[in-house]
C-alpha cells in the first residue's frame, strides 16, 4: 500500500499544486482546506486526491505517513496544526516538501522577484516545453499552455516559481530558500509583504540568503537597472549573472557580471504588442504577441536568457513566446458587452496597478479606461503603501475603490488625494450599478483584485446584459 500523505491547506495555489506532485509520485494524497474553490478543487479532484472542507481528527485517521502543512490561515492555535503536533504525527511545510521530495537531483530554474514571477515562470516552462525538453513546474497561478499549475516532468528541468513569503508558522525562511536553484532569475525588488517584513532590507536579506544556493556553474538573471537587485548582488553573489532591459548611464557592473544585455526594440506587429530580442548587440528574433505592457517585455526577455542557459537556442524561445498564452487573471478579457471590454487582473502592488494600466492605456489609445480596485493583498490592505495607490491609476480615466473587510484602514485618503478622479464603495451591489449605469461610450473596465472580489467577476456582466 503506498503511503499516505496528508495536506492541511489544500485549496490554495501551491498546496494544491503539491499534492499533485505528490499524487504524481504514487503517494496516497487527501488533504482538508476552509474553501475549496475551482479551478484548484477541480484539478485535485481530477487526480483522485481525496478533498474535506474545514478540518475533523477523523481525516486523519488512520495516521498518515507525512502531513505537510501551509502557510496561509495555519498559525498556533488553528485545530489541524495543534492535532498534528499533540499526536507526534510526522510534518514538514511545502516548500521544504518540494526541497526534499521533488527537487533534489533535478536542474531547478526559480524566477523571483516582486512582480511577474507566474507569468515568467510560465513563459520558460512552455519554452522549454516547445523545446522538447518536457519540464517539470511549479507555478502560482494557471499557465494557459499546460493543462495543471504543476507536473513532475520527464526531463532534470524543472520550473518553479520562487516565492519570497515565509515558509510556515514553524519556518520563517522565505520558500525560495529551500529550492537551491541552478538557474535564478531575478525580476524585481520592491517593498511588499508588510504583514510579515518590517522593510525593504529584510526582503533583500531573504533574496542574499537565496544568492547563497547558487552554483558558481550556474546562471543569475537580473536587470540591470534595478539598484535594490544590485543591492542585493553587492551583498554577494558567487555566480555569473546576465543583464536584462534597456542599457543605463546609472547602471553598475558587478564582478560577476558576463557582459551579456538583454534587452528589446520596439517593432511594427501584427497582434498587439511586438518587439526584437537582442543579446547585445545582435538580433536574435521578433515576439509579436497579444500581452500587454514592457513589464511583459522584460519577462519574456528573462525566460529566454533562463532558457538559454538550458541549452535552448534564443530563436527557438521566441517562437516559443509566439505561441504562449498567458496565464489566468492577468489581463483576462473576461467578458464584452456592447461598447464595454471588462478584464480580470490579478493586482496585488501598486506597482502592478501601475504597469497594467500603462500597457492597457498604449493599446486603446485614447478609450476610457476604468480601474476597479480591490486593494486586498496584506501589503496594500494594511495601508502600507497608501502614498503609491494615489498615483498608481495615473493611466486611467477614473478609478473606483471597494473597500472590502479585510481592508483595515479609511480609504478615503487615497481617494481625495488621487490624481484621477476617484471614488469608494463599500458595498458592491452598489458598485456594480454605478459602473452599469456609466454614460455610454466605448469603454475598458479593469477589475483589480488578488480575491474573489465578492463576485463581480459574473455580476458586472450579467448587470450590463441586462440592458
Known sequence: MSSHIYFLGIGGTLM???????????????????????????????????LFE??????????????????????????????????????????QWLGDSVLPGRWVLAVSGTHGKTTTASMLAWILE???????????????????SARLGETPFFVVEADEYDTSYFDRRSKFVHYRPRTLIINNLEYDHADIFPDLAAIQTQFHHLLRTVPGAGLVVAPGHDEHVNEVLNQGCWTPIERIGARSVRQKSHERDTGRHWHASSAPGERGLAFDVLLDDGTCGRVDWDLLGEHNVSNALAAIAAARHAGVPPQVAIDALNDFEGVARRMDLIAEVGDVRIYDDFAHHPTAIRTTLQGLRKQVGSDEIIAVVEPRSHTMSLGTLRSELTTCCAAADAVYWFRGENIRWDLSEVV??????????????????????????KRHIVLMSNGAFGGIYELLPRRLRAD
Open 416 to 441: 481625495q488625494n488621487c490624481i484621477v478622479p476617484a471614488h469608494q464603495f463599500d458595498n458592491l451591489d452598489r458598485l456594480v450599478e454605478a459602473l452599469a449605469t456609466l454614460p455610454p461610450r
Open 130 to 148: 516547445h523545446a522538447g525538453l518536457q519540464p517539470g513546474y511549479l507555478i502560482g497561478g494557471v499557465p494557459k499552455n499546460f493543462p495543471r
Open 54 to 95: 474545514g478540518f475533523d481528527p477523523a481525516q486523519l485517521e488512520p495516521e498518515p505517513d507525512l502531513v505537510v502543512i501551509g502557510n496561509a490561515g495555519l498559525p498556533r492555535g488553528h485545530p489541524g496544526v495543534e492535532y498534528v503536533l499533540n499526536k507526534g504525527i510526522r510534518y514538514t511545510s511545502g516548500a
Open 16 to 50: 494544491g499544486s503539491l499534492a499533485q506532485l505528490a499524487r504524481e509520485q504514487g503517494f496516497r494524497v487527501s488533504g482538508s482546506d476552509k474553501a475549496l474553490y475551482p479551478p484548484m478543487s477541480e484539478q485535485l479532484a481530477a487526480a483522485d486526491i481525496e
